[in-house]
Nanobody, 125 residues
Framework: QVQLVESGGGWVQAGGSLRLSCAAS????????MGWFRQAPGKGRVGVAS???????HYNADGKGRFTISRDNGQNTLYLQMNSLKVEDTAMYYC???????????????????WGQGTQVTVSS
């Protein structure tokens, strides 16, 4: 079972940027799809972005245009560059992989079998 460890979260003012990292214990090239998800207090988990081994990325409406997902299989690391952060981006952010679902499941969180512990992002006004 691959282990995932997120880092890079923190406190930032609205309009600022953060870069999240997700280090994997195994060669990420073995995982076709990796994704970032977030969960705000009192809300359900929401898919933010996903990326394939070929670099094809998908974003939810909130992240499109502001967030960029990338992966470095040589470093076994997944990234999420977040720009123009808003207060509503405040959440715990999780990375996930070992995806065994269909294309339509990429941003639902279903069918991901490996999850990290999360990193907190807090955006203040």
């Amino acid at each position: 079972q691959v282990q995932l460890v997120e880092s890079g979260g923190g406190w930032v003012q609205a309009g600022g940027s953060l870069r999240l990292s997700c280090a994997a214990s195994q060669n990420t090239a073995a995982f076709a799809t990796m994704g970032w998800f977030r969960q705000a207090p009192g809300k359900g988990r929401v898919g933010v972005a996903s990326i394939s081994t070929g670099g094809v990325d998908h974003y939810n409406a909130d992240g499109k245009g502001r967030f960029t997902i990338s992966r470095d299989n040589g470093q076994n690391t997944l990234y999420l560059q977040m720009n123009s952060l808003k207060v509503e981006d405040t959440a715990m952010y999780y990375c996930a992989t070992d995806f065994r679902g269909r294309a339509g499941d990429r941003l639902t969180g279903a069918q991901y079998y490996a999850w990290g512990q999360g990193t907190q992002v807090t955006v203040s006004s």
